[in-house]
């Protein structure tokens, strides 16, 4: 299944993953500039293509709205050729003291891209805010807030992106719609701290970390809603299992039930729970 490139307000576009896989968004700007949230260079093609689509020629910066690699491994890409990659400081951080060995770890199965992209490497943002920040091009302002609970939410660098002209809100991570999460980095409870603020957040358009966007305040409600549910459930069931009340049999069958059982890449049911009873992550 090929990515698309779905246009969801005047000037903002995401490539939407396919099967679930990491949305990337464009912002563009009134001068042919545009700005990319998030990239991934397994995915580098789908981004190029998409800027020449979309008429983004010169890009004016990258955003990272947290650290994972699917993210943030284009960030190399961009930075040799002179894009400033904004991010906050709990994204460089994490990338800082934890990226290597997991950059090192996502490159093994895709290898060839050393010689595609010699000097390829772990690359952290070089423009880093604390709190918020905003970043302007002509026509286009972008409110960009760190919104990762005690510094660990989804991850460690949470962001997220409001697009002011056209009310349009990037999620990142907090937020997958139709697919099942990754949660094994995360931090559940602090994670469900953050979406709470979500729920009241205003936009006209909304675009989440993984799955389809979503039209207008009250679908997105809706949504986060349902991620809030599914994390406050599943870290419930964590604790069951945990307490030896619960099996992990038991809890992979009722993630995969009821009012989840339309939500795709179900791999990471099991995946999840796995690096729960590993006790890597939690
Ligand atoms: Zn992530």
Redesign the pocket.
Known sequence: MESKIHRVSRSAYVVIGPEGATNFGIVRANDGGAVIIDADIRRIDEVEEALKLTGGAKVGYLVNT?E?F??TSANYYFAQRGVPIVASAGCARAMNEEGAPDFARMMAPVAHLYDRFPGLCLTVPDMVFTAATRLTLPGVTLHLKYCAENGHS??KGDTTVYFEEDETLIA??LLYTEVHP?TF?GNIPNWLTALKPLFQSHYKQLIP?HGPTVEGEQAGRAYFKKMYDYLEDFYGNLQEIKAGRKSAEEIAAHMMRGAYASLGKTRMVQRNINQFLTGRWY
Do not use: A, R, W
Request: proline share 0%; aromatic share 10%; hydrophobic share 20%.
């Open positions: 947290h994972h699917d993210h989804h991850s990142g991570d990754v980095f970390g």
